[in-house]
């Protein structure tokens, strides 16, 4: 069983044979079983990679798997180690760091408060010694938050993300928000 895909993309298919024998209205009705079954599973994996239902969903699908294997759909990574801090984490640390200064703490107070919580605790810890901004976590905290609100570029990352957590305060659904902070910082 392959562990990447689960229930019916983590099956293998019988061998298709349309043997010389079988008279042409069977071997049709076969071909036609078989691509009913192919398309079928090409929509399992559209799921699988979260693309939508559409008129465009299998070049999608195309696209996303090419993007896997041929180098010409991918960004060549940048040489060296990668920067713990990416726009990504600016950008939703700088929503949390407001969150808590708009329910009256200062700047200073929501980095400490923080530090001192998931999922910033286990990305500040796996970091080690490598830190760049503090070894305190509360100062690392508001170095990278001041960060976050620098440049064109950080700031408009930190305006996404901040429309992304107002979606979810107007929506009700702010588990979701701390849900996938847990999942994507927390890692």
Sequence with gaps: MNKLFKGELAEYREERIAGLLMDEDYRSAKYEQWAAED???LGLLCQHFNIPAGEHSHTLLAIKLAELVV???????????RSKWGAYELSVLGVEVERLTDEGLTIDGAC?????????????????????FSPDPAEALRSAYKLARKGEN??????????A????????????????????IGK
């Design 39 to 41: 398309i079928h599973k």
């Design 71 to 81: 180098p010409a759909f991918q960004v060549k990574q940048k040489e060296g180690r």
């Design 112 to 132: 400490k408060a923080l530090s001192q919580r998931e999922p910033w605790t286990s990305f500040l810890e796996s970091w080690g010694e490598e830190r760049s």
């Design 154 to 163: 950080n700031k408009r990352w930190l305006a996404t993300a901040k429309m």
């Design 165 to 184: 957590y107002l979606y979810h305060l107007e929506t009700d659904s702010l588990d979701v928000w701390e849900a996938k902070l847990l999942e994507d």
